[in-house]
């Protein structure tokens, strides 16, 4: 496994080098999410995994209040836990 820190949307990869892309609360922080979307799949080989965290809000009345209520209630103390 190799960790690297790099533009999301030029990355220092040939194109079909990898098996998997995860990127986490990176997208919204892009200039272009179009060209970070296609490099990472340009990186990817056939079959590789694209994995995306991000938190956005919820359009849909009603389970935008559930969400706010998970994402300030759960998530945190959930998080202490995975991060310790």
Do not use: W
């Amino acid at each position: 496994v190799m960790y690297v820190q790099a533009n999301a949307e030029s990355l220092p990869y040939r194109d079909n080098t990898s098996d998997f892309y995860t990127i986490s609360f990176g997208i919204r922080n892009v200039d272009n999410k179009q060209n970070a979307l296609n490099e990472a799949f340009r990186v990817l080989k056939p079959g590789g995994r694209f994995l995306c965290l991000e938190f956005s809000r919820v359009q849909v009345p009603l389970f935008d209040k559930v969400y706010e209520v998970y994402s300030d209630n759960v998530v945190p103390p959930l998080g202490r836990v995975v991060a310790g």
